[in-house]
């Protein structure tokens, strides 16, 4: 099966614009990573001179400098060269996931056309790290069959129940609240049609600047201080753990700034943080050490697939099972800030499952 990939670009419409964005981006990208542009131009696989004269060109088109050395110091981006990596990461964290699932829908339809293609299976998942890093890991494998399509949490379970997918993602929160969100899911899961794999865990808290120089302690911090929030999209599983959160708290939403603002993915609101658009948001560890942010831990929480039983033993979803379980993968995950492997592939039944988390 042919596989799809479609990326965000942007460039500047005057004429004396010297490059693709792409190209420049890469080399920026690369030495804030490494500290210096011999490394980074290594990385990207040009020269340092001609790394050197496309970075003398762009700083010439702005007007200003994107990178500065500093003796002892190798090379840093300045304010403007820092501002063009944060713009592609913020663009990125927005548009990736629509974009995704835009390249799994054509997929699906070329599929559709094309002759001994067998079905794929289909997986509904929320956008996180770790579902992020399966897609690349299901990509190298053309012929896993598995279309991985990224929606809210309260949506991927719609759709396994109206038999719109065949596996959904979804979380459970540890501690007090686990008991009641357990209820609400088991509630309408038949044992007899589903059952459950283990995948992985992951912390979620509040993201603050370096230094954390507001001195946020938890989500009390946000109430009548004038601490601006920006929250995430209604219907995601993000958004209603924080307002799980703050019900168990008996915190008002109404006293906290900017909860109306609203950002669709982890790393957009960590972006949202960075770019100093808000004091702090909510969500994955990940995405706070993404964007250079501190990480106020609040609740870890548990992220698994339900998946229909008759097709626990069908070829895609035993090399599902393969992956999730390997050791490249676990690497992968452990490699992740916050995220942990947690009965990665594990097969359980919907009773054992909720009997044991409820």
């Not at 040009?46 to 003796?71: C, I, K, T």
């Not at 302690?217 to 995430?232: A, D, K, M």
């Not at 943080?273 to 995405?287: I, L, N, S, Y």
């Amino acid at each position: 099966m042919v596989r799809i990939n479609i990326e965000a670009t942007w460039h500047f419409t005057s004429e004396t614009s010297p490059h693709s964005m792409r190209v420049i981006l890469g080399i920026l990208r690369e030495v804030k990573s490494t500290g210096t542009l011999a490394t980074a131009a290594e990385h990207t696989g040009m020269s340092y001179r001609h790394a050197w004269n496309l970075v003398d060109q762009w700083s010439a088109f702005f007007g200003e400098p994107l990178v500065e050395r500093r003796r002892g110091k190798g090379t840093q981006l300045t304010a403007l060269g820092n501002k063009l990596v944060w713009a592609e990461q913020h663009l990125k964290a927005r548009l990736g996931p629509q974009l995704h699932n835009i390249a799994q829908e054509l997929e699906m339809e070329l599929a559709s056309l094309l002759p001994d293609v067998p079905p794929r299976v289909r997986i509904h998942a929320s956008h996180g790290f770790a579902i992020s890093k399966l897609s690349d890991f299901l990509a190298r494998e053309p012929k896993a069959d598995i279309d991985v399509r990224y929606m809210t949490n309260q949506a991927s379970l719609e759709s396994l129940r109206a038999q719109e997918c065949e596996l959904a993602a979804i979380h459970l929160p540890h501690g007090e609240l686990r008991k009641r969100a357990a209820a609400d899911c088991k509630r309408w899961l038949d044992p007899s049609v589903y059952c459950v794999l283990g995948f992985v865990t992951r912390a979620m808290g509040l993201f603050v600047k370096r230094g954390n120089p507001l001195g946020i302690t938890g989500i009390q911090s946000l109430v009548g201080t004038g601490i601006s929030f920006v929250n995430r999209d209604i219907g995601s599983g993000t958004r209603l753990l924080f307002e799980q959160l703050l019900a168990q708290g008996k915190i008002n939403s109404d006293g906290i700034t900017g909860y109306q603002n609203v950002e669709l993915t982890h790393a957009a609101v960590a972006a949202h943080v960075a770019r100093g658009m808000a004091d702090t948001g909510f969500g994955v560890e990940a995405a706070a050490i993404e964007f250079d942010l501190d990480f106020v831990h609040v609740i870890t929480e548990d992220y698994f697939f339900l998946c229909r039983s008759n097709i626990l033993n069908s070829g895609p979803v035993e090399r599902l099972r393969e992956i999730i379980s390997g050791t490249e993968y676990r690497r992968a995950i452990n490699a992740l800030p916050g995220y942990a492997v947690s009965d990665a592939g594990v097969v359980k039944t919907v009773k054992k499952f909720f009997r044991e988390n409820s």
